[in-house]
T-cell receptor, first 117, second 114 residues
Framework: GAVVSQHPSWVICKSGTSVKIECRSL??????MFWYRQFPKQSLMLMATSNEGSKATYEQGVEKDKFLINHASLTLSTLTVTSAHPEDSSFYICSAGIPGLAGREQYFGPGTRLTVT | AQSVTQPDIHITVSEGASLELRCNYS??????LFWYVQSPGQGLQLLLKYFSGDTLVQGIKGFEAEFKRSQSSFNLRKPSVHWSDAAEYFC????????????FGRGTSLIVHP
């Protein structure tokens, strides 16, 4: 149980375009989802916390207008990278917390590799 | 705010040898502690976690970790390493009285020689 999927697993886009990444909890309802960014050989950096039905909470230094997060249902959160640039190329990972345990234990998706050319 | 230090960037061991990956945390109270493993190009898999109780925690794949409050440590161990254990290992700490969102260490890359 507690499976989280991400789609796509990898994407290549041209500079200036937007790309959407989906994060789904497959067998549980997630009131809270988290979005992380990971640069090569580095740790995960929390970008934002996404709560179903409300606005996401962004970490300091993360541009909310560039990284649009929508959590429209209890099983789906999306991250849209708007007007992508090469420096946005990274590995994006989402995770979901089970209601009542949100954050105490997170289940991670397999990640999405974004390359902006 | 909490923080976590993984002092070793790389660890190289021979297959069959024992393993210990170090993790030190900074937090004013008893934290929630986690170890995750990440294979190349993959997401994170939880190996084990500590919330309270027995300070020696057993996890999946033969891993264990021991919470030592006096040393602010949560080192990961395995008695006999397999080649498939080669991966990136992340220690994480979350505040027990806060938002529970974990803070990750920078990771330790495990290299296994045949």
């Amino acid at each position: 149980g507690a499976v989280v999927s991400q789609h796509p697993s990898w994407v290549i886009c041209k500079s200036g375009t937007s790309v959407k990444i989906e994060c789904r909890s497959l067998d549980f309802q997630a009131t809270t989802m988290f979005w992380y960014r990971q640069f090569p050989k580095q740790s995960l950096m929390l970008m934002a916390t996404s709560n179903e039905g409300s606005k996401a909470t962004y970490e300091q230094g993360v541009e909310k207008d560039k990284f649009l997060i929508n959590h429209a249902s209890l099983t789906l959160s999306t991250l849209t990278v708007t007007s992508a640039h090469p420096e946005d190329s990274s590995f994006y990972i989402c995770s979901a917390g089970i209601p009542g345990l949100a954050g105490r234990e997170q289940y991670f998706g397999p990640g999405t590799r974004l390359t902006v050319t | 705010a909490q923080s976590v230090t993984q002092p070793d960037i790389h660890i190289t061991v021979s297959e069959g040898a024992s393993l210990e990956l170090r993790c030190n945390y900074s937090y004013g109270a008893t934290p929630y502690l986690f170890w995750y493993v990440q294979s190349p190009g993959q997401g994170l898999q939880l190996l084990l976690k500590y919330f309270s109780g027995d300070t020696l925690v057993q996890g999946i794949k033969g891993f264990e970790a021991e919470f030592k409050r006096s040393q602010s440590s949560f080192n990961l161990r395995k008695p006999s390493v397999h080649w498939s254990d080669a991966a990136e290992y992340f220690c994480a700490v979350a505040a027990s009285g806060g938002s529970y969102i974990p803070t990750f260490g920078r990771g330790t890359s495990l290299i296994v020689h045949p």
